[in-house]
């Protein structure tokens, strides 16, 4: 290993840094939605209406498929996929709960307001999508001068 690699290696900017935090975001919300199962409310009709299996799938699998990139080099990669994998994850949500969200808004079923579950998915989902559209902006690794002899 050259010189080269041992600083460029060591060089990391603090966008690297962001893309790790939207990996992480992104694997702890699919965890959390496989966990909760997609039921939100206290209305047993809407117990399970909202899971969809490719959500916590897609956010899983792009954080690890983000760590993979990451370890790969290919930092633009990594923060192309922790852009795009919890967008995707996140239209598939509000596709599966519209229904959930109008009985709410509404007061149909929904008569005490949003679940604690669905807030707490919500804005993990959220968040990862905005921390991964961040690191496709920021720098992941910082200049180095290349000494000549």
């Not at 209305?43 to 299996?53: A, K, L, V, Y």
């Not at 699998?61 to 996929?81: E, F, K, Q």
């Not at 919500?122 to 961040?134: K, N, Q, R, Y």
């Amino acid at each position: 290993m050259s010189q080269n690699d041992n600083r460029s290696a060591g060089e990391k900017s603090w966008g690297f840094y962001i893309v790790l935090i939207a990996a992480l975001l992104a694997l702890y919300a699919g965890a959390y939605f496989f966990d909760i199962h997609g039921t939100f409310g206290l209305d047993s009709t809407h117990n399970g209406d909202c899971f969809d299996p490719l959500i916590p799938w897609l956010l899983i699998g792009g954080a690890l498929i983000a760590a993979g990139l990451t370890v790969l080099r290919r930092y633009g990669l990594a923060a192309a996929v922790t852009a795009l994998v919890p967008g995707v994850a996140l239209c598939l949500f509000i596709h599966k709960c519209y229904w959930y969200v109008v009985d709410v808004f509404v007061g149909i079923d929904e008569k005490h307001g949003f679940d604690p579950r669905f807030i707490t998915f919500t804005v993990l989902i959220l968040a990862a999508f905005v921390v991964g559209e961040v690191a496709i902006y920021v720098k992941k690794t910082r200049a180095t001068a290349v000494k000549e002899a």
